[in-house]
Nanobody, 119 residues
Framework: QVQLQESGPGLVKPSQTLSLTCTASGASISNNDYYWSWIRQAPGKGLEWLGGIFFSGRIYYTPSLKNRTSISRDTSENRFTLQLSSVTPEATAVYYC???????????WGQGTQVTVSS
């Protein structure tokens, strides 16, 4: 059984950095057979893939946010993080971490955490 759990502040001020952590259990994030990814869904919008750690350990980001996104992992704690800098209210969304097998369809999700960007 794989479980993923997001954690981090639920409120971020504009221009600040959004920082979230995903802690995994039942699977190792060192397993590069999967993409360990961050996905978000803004109100009224579809799912948006933000970035992930891929098979080779390389990290990829969605092009529109590449310059402001950072994903890293801490294998000793079996967790990986998302940092999104210079956020705007449009970043308000439910943020999920997820594991993607080679089908690129997530097989496990965290429950999601609401992040609101507001002053």
């Amino acid at each position: 059984q794989v479980q993923l759990q997001e954690s981090g502040p639920g409120l971020v001020k504009p221009s600040q950095t959004l920082s979230l952590t995903c802690t995994a259990s039942g699977a190792s994030i060192s397993n590069n057979d999967y993409y360990w990814s961050w996905i978000r869904q803004a109100p009224g919008k579809g799912l948006e893939w933000l970035g992930g750690i891929f098979f080779s350990g390389r990290i990829y980001y969605t092009p529109s946010l590449k310059n402001r996104t950072s994903i890293s992992r801490d294998t000793s704690e079996n967790r990986f993080t998302l940092q999104l800098s210079s956020v705007t209210p449009e970043a308000t969304a439910v943020y999920y971490c997820a594991r993607l097998p080679p089908t690129l369809r997530p097989d496990y999700w965290g429950q999601g955490t609401q992040v609101t960007v507001s002053s």
